[in-house]
């Protein structure tokens, strides 16, 4: 009985130091949340695409649907991705899964980022090969609510830009 007692103390303030250990909110996620136009040049093409940032699992993570505006000759759109953002509750590390309608996998290591915040920009890195990687950065404006979106293939260390666009609230 005497161990029931001292289990059923100690298990009466063990949510406490859970949460007192627990890591501060993220404060870019909330940020993404919402709708969004983006304007720029992927692979040296101007475009315009809908994304819609929302909440899933109890704000466990960020899913992003990506639409471009362009269509394919068939009539669906050129390009279409959904993309699962999420954060370690212990570490802080950030991981997405990007999948998207050029190269239909089940679920490759290499469409799986690890991610990092410094400051207002969320960096991504997701490994192809052991030589060549893609960079994607979220990079957050306070002043604008905007933000800018930079995509580099990386060969050798040698990065170059893919992308650069800005996600604009609609």
Same mark, same amino acid.
């Given at each position: ?15 406490? $130091?859970?949460?007192? !250990?627990?890591?501060?909110? &993220?404060?870019? %996620?909330?940020? #993404?949340? @919402? =709708?969004?136009?983006?304007?720029? $040049?992927?692979?040296? !093409?101007?475009?315009?695409? &809908?994304?819609? %940032?929302?909440? #899933?699992? @109890? =704000? ?111």
């Amino acid at each position: 009985m005497r161990r029931v007692l001292i289990f059923a103390f100690a298990a009466g303030f063990f949510p406490v $130091t859970l949460c007192s !250990q627990t890591l501060r909110p &993220d404060s870019l %996620f909330p940020r #993404l949340v @919402g =709708r969004w136009v983006l304007r720029g $040049t992927i692979a040296r !093409q101007p475009t315009v695409h &809908d994304v819609t %940032f929302e909440w #899933l699992l @109890g =704000r466990e993570y960020v899913q992003m649907h990506e639409v471009s505006r362009e269509r394919s000759p068939k009539g669906a759109p050129a390009y279409e991705a959904v993309v699962l953002f999420g954060r370690d509750p212990k570490t802080g590390a950030y991981a997405c899964v990007w999948m998207d309608n050029t190269a239909a996998a089940a679920f490759p290591p290499a469409g799986t980022g690890r991610g990092s915040v410094v400051g207002d920009s969320i960096s991504f890195l997701f490994q192809y090969t052991a030589n060549t990687r893609f960079h994607t950065t979220f990079l957050y404006d306070r002043a604008k609510d905007t933000w800018q979106w930079h995509m580099d293939n990386d060969s050798a260390g040698t990065r170059k830009p893919f992308a650069r666009v800005t996600l604009t609230r609609q």
